[in-house]
């Protein structure tokens, strides 16, 4: 029981860590940085399973609130402000969603995988653009239109993500078995 505890723990921080060098990992396009952030809090929920995947995510999510630099452009409790924060509250519920989705059999197939994964990055650009939409309109006083906004935080920066969740499924369907083997 303990050395599960310390194993849940450990891969948590790891997929932490890698949430992190993503977010530094970026193609600066206007409105939203592409980053690798979606492609490893897609795969903390694959690897870890729903529960794990977003603790690790909401670790991340409260690191840069707390003030770490931690996020593309920053960290601090202001960055609540900015209108690409829906994307990172999306991060936490896409991991969760997508590794209940993926974790419902013992060996998800491709087709399971893609499903999770296009699932996951659905919800990811719902949070997102509905948050930027938002933020822009209502407090920054900056309106931003429906197509502009389709066009800025969802034409420009899904094509990279679609790569990612190709991406995911593949190095999910080779590490899922491992992480259920206990080899890791």
Known sequence: MRIARTKNM???SVFVALIVV????RIPIPVVPFTLQFLFTMLAGLL??????????C?????GLLGLPVFAEGGGI?????PS???????????YVTGVIANKVSDPGYKRLFAANFIGLGIVYLFGMVYCYLMSNFYL??????????????????????????????????MIPIMKRGRI
């Open 85 to 95: 924060f829906g994307y990172i509250i999306g991060f936490a519920v896409a991991s």
């Open 48 to 57: 870890l399973g729903g529960k794990l995947g977003a603790t690790s995510v």
């Open 78 to 82: 202001g960055y609540i402000l900015k």
């Open 10 to 12: 450990v891969l948590c």
């Open 59 to 63: 670790i991340y999510i409260v690191m």
């Open 22 to 25: 993503g977010a530094f990992i």
């Open 141 to 174: 006083g900056n309106p931003i239109g429906l197509w502009p906004l389709f066009l800025y935080c969802f034409i420009l920066a899904v094509p990279g993500d679609i790569v990612l969740c190709i991406l995911g499924a593949f190095l999910g369907k080779r």
